[in-house]
């Protein structure tokens, strides 16, 4: 278990380091809009499309395309 009080010795410690933000000090945002536009795809495109989501990792025109992360991939 940490010692009573060692939270804040080391975020006073750090402060000259470190920049701490909380975003729901900082965030005044408008109110989220979702657009959905839907797209069809020929099939060969849709077959990458889905090997991407897939696997996260396809290939067009020769080339190998390779997702950095899942967010990637299923954007």
């Known amino acids: 278990m940490p010692r009573k009080g060692a939270k ?11 920049l701490r ?3 729901a000090d900082l965030l005044d945002l408008p109110p989220l809009v979702k657009n ?7 099939p060969l495109a849709r077959k ?3 090997n991407m989501e897939r696997l996260m990792i396809t290939a067009i025109e020769q ?3 390779t ?3 899942v ?4 954007i």
């Open 8 to 18: 804040e010795a080391i975020e006073r410690r750090l402060k000259p380091l470190v």
């Open 21 to 23: 933000m909380d975003a």
């Open 36 to 42: 959905r536009v839907e797209v069809e795809l020929p």
């Open 48 to 50: 990458q499309y889905e």
């Open 63 to 65: 080339e190998v395309i």
């Open 67 to 69: 997702a950095a992360n």
């Open 71 to 74: 967010g990637v991939a299923t």
